[in-house]
């Protein structure tokens, strides 16, 4: 193994590395933000504050879409800045890199994750790969080379995966396309609708974060600014927690469909594990208020929440890097073994 050791877990929404040799995490928005065209003026979090409120000439680029890269030539860009600013000096004397990546996605669609770093000017000596459940499981503290079954369902910014893993392999995966920035349209288009109030992507996921909860059992209020449509002037408006349960609560019950959906096709000894072991919520979405009540509610497990469920992925990461004996969890994409 190379002296230099680096994760990566490219979420829709937060960028995060890790530094094996000096255990540092860099965990920030997975944005980018170029001034003229092409050149760099902000990246993460700062570029994140720009977002809705630059200029013309600044772009603000997101360049993972829905849980894979859409924009290749951003993301680039994003990776060089954020290994620079974790190693604190050029490309030079890089080493060995796994990144983690969603289960159920193509091929190709994989192999862009591993191309994001090869071809990038950071000079990586091996890459690997990880399956994202794989690197999430072992984040929560899960053996996942145990023949016990367990169920990690990872909400994300632009996806949910719901995955079922036995024997250090997965058994089970689906990736739907709703978290929590479907959750923020839905709350911008009802504030819109009853409001005739216009607000940001921001400010809507503010009012989740203050307001959002899964049981309807919040009385709280949040005072949202916007552009008044038909004044067409700034104003404000108080939005209550039961507004935005309205909002929420159909992707909610689609996501807990799609759990069940899992169950159903689950093997009945697997089934019985996760029975034991009840469900993992991962993912910075899972951290709505009551989620947990409600997968209970509709599924009968028990639930399993993270401290830190944003982490969880890039934490799996560092010990798979950490420990020798979780090498076999990691391999080279299946187009690249032949190159």
């Avoid at 890459?127 to 690197?135: R, S, T």
């Amino acid at each position: 193994m190379a002296q230099h050791l680096y994760g990566i877990d490219l979420g829709t929404s937060n960028f995060k590395i890790f530094s094996l040799t000096n255990k540092k995490t860099i965990n920030e928005k997975n944005v980018i933000a170029k001034k003229n065209r092409d050149e760099v003026f902000q990246y993460g979090d700062p570029a994140f504050e720009m977002y809705e409120k630059a200029p013309s000439n600044i772009d603000i680029t997101f360049p993972v879409k829905f849980g894979v890269i859409a924009d290749i030539r951003n993301m680039d860009s994003l990776f060089e800045c954020f290994f620079k600013k974790l190693n604190g000096k050029s490309f030079s004397g890089s080493g060995d890199f796994c990144i983690a990546v969603p289960t159920d996605i193509t091929e190709v669609e994989k192999r862009a994750f591993y191309d994001m770093i090869a071809e990038s000017r950071v000079r990586a000596k091996h890459i690997n790969v990880v399956e994202k459940p794989i690197a999430d499981a072992v984040g929560v503290g899960i053996d996942v080379d145990s023949p016990k079954g367990n169920l990690i369902v990872n909400i994300g910014s632009d996806t949910t995966e719901i995955s079922v893993i036995s024997l250090g392999g997965i058994v089970l995966s689906k990736l739907i396309k709703i978290g929590g920035s479907k959750l923020d349209e839905a709350i911008c288009s009802i504030v819109r609708k009853k409001y005739n109030l216009i607000i940001g992507r921001r400010t809507a996921e503010q009012i989740k974060i203050n307001l959002a909860d899964a049981m309807n059992t919040s009385e709280d209020t949040y005072v949202a600014y916007g552009r008044n449509i038909v004044t067409g002037l700034p104003t404000s408006k108080e939005i209550s927690s039961s507004l935005v349960y309205e909002a929420i609560s159909e992707h909610l019950h689609s996501i807990i469909d799609s759990v069940k959906v899992i169950l159903e096709r689950t093997p009945p000894e697997l089934a019985a594990d996760i029975i034991s072991t009840g469900v993992y919520l991962t993912g910075g979405s899972s951290q709505i208020n009551n989620l947990d009540v409600l997968v209970n509610k509709e599924t009968g497990l028990d639930v399993n929440l993270d401290d830190n469920p944003e982490e969880t992925v890039i934490r799996g990461i560092a010990e798979i890097l950490s420990d020798d004996k979780m090498s076999g969890l990691m391999y080279v994409p299946r187009e690249k073994q032949y190159n």
